[in-house]
């Protein structure tokens, strides 16, 4: 702002302005050194406020942090002692052993007397013969007891072959009755035995596969007329166990 005076001159109410801007400058010069001292002043004033806060701040943190580690030492100070009382080593204690002598116990033995043995006396002669028998008795009964199983085992051997033989026979004499001698081996006088060979089951039949010519006659005819006359002659009477037979079949001329 100017606050220089304006002259008015000339008549026509134009400001004029003289010698007097000389004065104006400095005044302004003036203003503007006072403004630049002023302006600093003012800033400073405004920011010393939070630099003062910081630095209260600080100085407040530095003072906790220095307190809780008086008291963390303080407390490490008291616990030393207790962990060097806690590890305390303990005494050792030393025992001594003593020997003493142990009492010895003596216990006197009485000897007792020897039992007296009775003295054996021979026996008799007449106990000695009665022994002798019996053992002999002894002797000829188990051998007589051996005689008769196998004399048992003998005749029940005899018996089962007696009764297979007259099966067989009753067998044999069934197959002959229904033999037949072909008329062309008759013309020619042809004389042969055919012997076969086949197995009976309890009930009395000829068991399957087991039905064959044992010994040939030398004639197919003859050999095929024996097996046709076994075949026709079962069933035979029931046997006295499953049993196999072999029966001769003659063809004569004379029979």
């Known amino acids: 702002m100017n606050t220089c005076p304006a002259s008015y001159g ?14 104006c400058q400095w005044l302004s010069v003036s203003s503007l050194l006072h403004a630049c001292l002023i302006v600093p002043f003012i800033l400073f004033s ?32 008291q616990a030393a002692p207790q962990r060097r009382e806690a590890y305390r080593p ?13 009492p010895v116990s003596v216990h006197k033995t009485e000897e007792k007397p020897k039992p007296v043995e009775p003295e054996t006396k021979p026996a008799p002669a007449a106990a000695v013969a009665v022994q002798s028998v019996a053992a002999a008795q002894v002797t000829t009964s188990g051998a007589d007891a051996e005689r008769q ?3 048992s085992i003998r005749t029940a051997a005899e018996q089962e072959a007696d009764r297979k033989r007259r099966y067989g026979e009753k067998v044999t004499k069934r197959l ?17 035995v055919t012997q076969i060979y086949f197995w009976v089951t309890e009930s009395g039949q000829i068991k399957d596969g087991s039905l064959r010519v044992k010994r040939s006659s ?3 005819a003859l050999d095929a007329s024996a097996l046709k006359a ?7 009477e029931k046997p006295p166990n499953e049993m196999p037979l072999i029966v001769d079949i003659n063809f004569d001329v004379k029979t």
Request: aromatic share 6%; no cysteine.
């Open 230 to 236: 076994a075949r026709d002659s079962a069933p035979f």
């Open 218 to 220: 030398g004639y197919a």
């Open 149 to 151: 199983r196998q004399q």
């Open 176 to 192: 002959r009755s229904n033999v037949v001698y072909p008329k062309e081996a008759r013309r020619m006088g042809i004389v042969a």
């Open 90 to 102: 303990p005494k050792t204690v030393t025992y001594r052993t003593v020997a003493t002598e142990s």
């Open 46 to 77: 405004l920011h010393s406020p939070a630099r003062h806060m910081r630095s209260r701040l600080q100085i407040e943190l530095f003072g906790m942090v220095a307190d809780r580690q008086v008291a963390e030492k303080k407390v490490a100070q």
């Open 10 to 23: 000339g008549g026509d109410g134009v400001p004029r302005y003289g010698s007097s801007s000389g004065m």
